[in-house]
């Protein structure tokens, strides 16, 4: 799979699943993106590259325990990677879509949880677990 940030001058492919697959309703997704809440996936570090020009640098922000990278152009955080693990995070939104606007093999990668549900703007009535913090490490609240 392909994904790149708004403008599309920063871009990534992903070789394998998604070791995680979430809809976060925590509150820094939420004022990071101003979405209610974000589809998120982690990958391994072998299943993530980079694919954009050579020439093309993405700004790289250190924080809490990942560095975030962004498009030097549109400022889209369009990649992180955790420091502990070493695996990359990304965002669904971001994922290449086909030509009636649906994202490519999202059957495959789309979210099995809610997590920090209970930051949630928005109710939603689905038939995913949702969780107060991380998934099976707090308590669930449906
Ligand atoms: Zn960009
Ligand atoms: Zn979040």
Known sequence: MKGSCRCGSLS???????VVSVYCHCTQCQRATCAVFVSSMH???SAFSWTH???VTPI????DGCVLY????CRTCTASQMSDTQNWAIR?????RDEDGKIINWEEV???SHIFYGNRILDVADTLPKWAGF???STRLD
């Open 92 to 96: 669904g939104a971001h994922l290449e």
């Open 70 to 73: 962004r498009c030097a152009k």
């Open 135 to 137: 998934p099976n490490k």
């Open 53 to 55: 020009e050579a020439e």
């Open 43 to 45: 990958y391994s570090p």
């Open 12 to 18: 990534y492919s992903l070789t394998a699943k998604p």
């Open 60 to 63: 790289e922000e250190k924080i």
């Open 110 to 112: 789309k979210p099995t």
